[in-house]
C-alpha cells in the first residue's frame, strides 16, 4: 500500500538552486502552518516563524546568512525563531523544520536549513526582540534541475537500525 508521506521523507534532498518560478502564497502558507501544527514538549510551542515572500527582503537575508548565500534566489524564507527562556527549544524548532520542509517537498518546492550560529543579525534585520535567537532560514524555491530522484547516500539500513536490541537485525 501506498503511503505519501513515506515516499516524500524517502525522496526529499536538500535544494540550494531555485528555477526562476514564484512560489504561490498559498504553498508557502501552507508551509508556515505546517511549522504552527507542529508538537512540541509541553506543548510551549516556543518558536516564532516569519515568513518572508518580498524579493527584495529575499535578497538582502541572503546576505545576512554566512551559510546560506543561496537564500538570495529562493522565492520565499522562513526564518525560524526559538525563546531564549525556553530550554530545549531548538529541539521542538527542528521538528516544526522538518515538518515545513516534508510539507513543502510534497508540493514540489524544495529546500535546505541554512543558519547554524551568526544569525544575530537576522534577529535585528526582521525585528525580532531580544528574547528570541535565530535558528535557521529556510529557503524555498521549485528545484532549478530535476535532482537526486530520491537516490541518497546513507549508510546501509543495518547499520543503523536494530531490533529489540543493538545489533540484532530488523528483518
Known amino acids: 500500500m501506498a503511503n505519501q508521506v513515506f515516499e516524500t521523507a524517502r525522496t526529499i534532498l536538500a535544494v540550494r538552486e531555485y528555477a526562476d518560478k514564484p512560489v504561490p502564497h498559498d504553498v508557502t502558507r501552507r508551509v508556515v502552518e505546517a511549522g504552527h501544527l507542529s ?12 515568513l ?21 534566489n529562493a522565492k520565499a524564507a522562513v526564518i525560524v ?41 537576522v534577529r535585528e534585520w526582521a525585528g525580532l526582540p531580544d528574547t528570541f535567537d535565530v535558528l535557521a532560514v529556510l529557503p524555498f524555491g521549485y528545484p532549478k534541475r530535476k535532482i537526486g530522484l530520491g537516490k541518497k547516500k546513507r549508510k546501509p539500513f543495518d547499520e543503523v537500525v536494530s531490533a529489540e536490541r543493538y545489533g540484532s537485525p530488523l528483518t
Open 52 to 72: 518572508v515572500e518580498k524579493p527584495n527582503a529575499i535578497h538582502e537575508l541572503g546576505g545576512l546568512v554566512r551559510t546560506g548565500p543561496y537564500i538570495a
Open 81 to 121: 525563531a526559538v525563546d531564549k527562556a525556553t530550554a530545549k527549544a531548538d529541539v521542538d524548532a527542528a521538528r516544526a523544520i522538518q515538518q515545513m520542509m516534508l510539507v513543502a517537498w510534497a508540493d514540489g518546492v524544495g529546500s535546505n536549513w541554512t543558519g547554524f550560529g551568526g544569525l544575530e543579525g
Open 39 to 50: 508538537a512540541s514538549a509541553g506543548n510551549r510551542q516556543p518558536w516564532h516563524f516569519i
